[in-house]
């Protein structure tokens, strides 16, 4: 705990509206060990009750609590103020790349669309087996998927890529991290329609390799290297002739 | 970009990686030691390796730039589309006539 932490006071900027709108200060005390989401929970509870915000676990499991935090996008339930804040002050705004529905609230279905287009459920196929699929936990494959498969489509990634940005059709890391763990699934009958979402015009093709996904990612996932291996899956795929 | 498009860039950018640095060593070694034009056409003339290297730099060109150039374009404006992949076949078009009219110019001189 540093010296500060637990005494004072700490200014609080938090955009209210939507695309337009405006920064409210607000002062809230200092507390130990608070998180940013105990912040921001304080602030509607105790001076705001118009706020608008998304959370529900907050212990890092449900996805929902994720807002630019100072600049950098962040889960705010696992995020301690005193990690955080610069000269005592909190700047809170909406994540990025999603539309804003109100204050701190955005609209993550094009995200989770994305999540579709990208083929990122699995396919049994038309005649699934029976019984149990033996998936030996050393396997390449198996490593590959377990390296990916605790994303909690928080859409930190997709609010720190620059990519997204750039081009509304881009997939974006969390869809292509996500199809990239199915790929890597042996059960999996639908890795042609799969390769196929993902190589078209926002498919992995178009990452950059910023690394910004990978950088901010709180379940300390690295989707650039799940984009790196759809890359390389494409290509061996297009030598040997397909589409 | 498409798998296939993604393929060419990568694969020209593989040949360029080697035919830039050959160009630009021949390029020093040749202003080095002091050759005139004349010393280096007579060298380039009716040379078949030289015109094999430069034929190859110059596809790998005409394929990388515009393929680049498109995903450029995509990602900073708003063009798509049809009369965008025009406007760069015509580009890579260009790129091949003007690289192969250097090429066999200094080949055939």
């Known amino acids: ?243 | 970009m498409s798998a296939k498009l993604f393929l060419l860039q990568r694969a020209s950018a593989f040949v360029l990686a080697f035919a830039v640095a050959a160009h630009l060593a021949t390029i020093l070694y040749a202003v080095r030691g002091g050759l005139t034009a004349g010393e280096i056409l007579s060298r380039t003339h009716g040379n078949v390796a030289f015109l094999a290297f430069y034929s190859l730099f110059v596809l790998a060109v005409a394929l990388h730039a515009p393929i680049g150039l498109r995903n450029i374009l995509r990602e900073w404006t708003p063009w798509r589309g049809r009369s965008l992949d025009l406007a760069l076949a015509l580009f890579a078009l260009l790129l091949l006539a003007l690289g192969f009219r250097a090429v066999f110019a200094v080949f055939t001189s």
């Not at chain 1, 609590?65 to 804040?85: F, L, Y």
């Not at chain 1, 705004?93 to 609209?107: C, G, Q, S, T, W």
């Open chain 1, 1 to 243: 705990m540093t010296a500060a932490e637990g005494s004072g006071t700490l200014g609080v900027e938090i955009w209210r509206g939507a695309e337009q709108g405006h920064f409210q200060t607000f002062a809230i005390p200092r507390r130990t060990h608070q998180t940013v989401l105990d912040v921001v929970t304080e602030v509607q509870r105790e001076h705001d009750s118009t706020l608008s915000y998304r959370f529900a676990c907050r212990v890092g499991m449900c996805g929902s609590c994720a807002m630019v935090v100072n600049g950098r996008p962040r889960w705010t339930c696992r995020t301690r103020v005193s990690e955080v804040a610069e000269d005592g002050r909190l700047r809170l705004e909406p994540l990025r790349n999603f539309a804003v529905v109100k204050d701190l609230a955005v609209e993550m279905t094009q995200f989770f669309d994305k999540w579709k287009e990208a083929k990122g459920s699995f396919e049994p196929g038309p005649e699934p087996k029976r019984d149990f699929a033996v998936v030996p936990p050393a396997s390449k494959e198996r490593q590959a998927a377990d390296a990916g498969i605790e994303c909690i489509g928080c859409g930190v990634c997709y609010s720190a890529c620059d990519v997204v940005a750039w081009d509304e059709g881009y997939l974006g890391p969390a869809a292509l991290n996500r199809a990239w763990t199915l790929v890597n699934d042996v059960r999996d009958r639908g890795q042609s329609d799969r390769l196929d979402a993902v190589s078209g015009g926002g498919g992995c093709q178009a990452c950059h390799t910023h690394m910004s996904c990978t950088s901010f990612c709180p379940k300390a996932i690295a989707p650039t290297y799940a984009i790196a291996g759809l890359k390389r899956a494409m290509l061996m795929r297009s030598l040997r002739g397909a589409p």
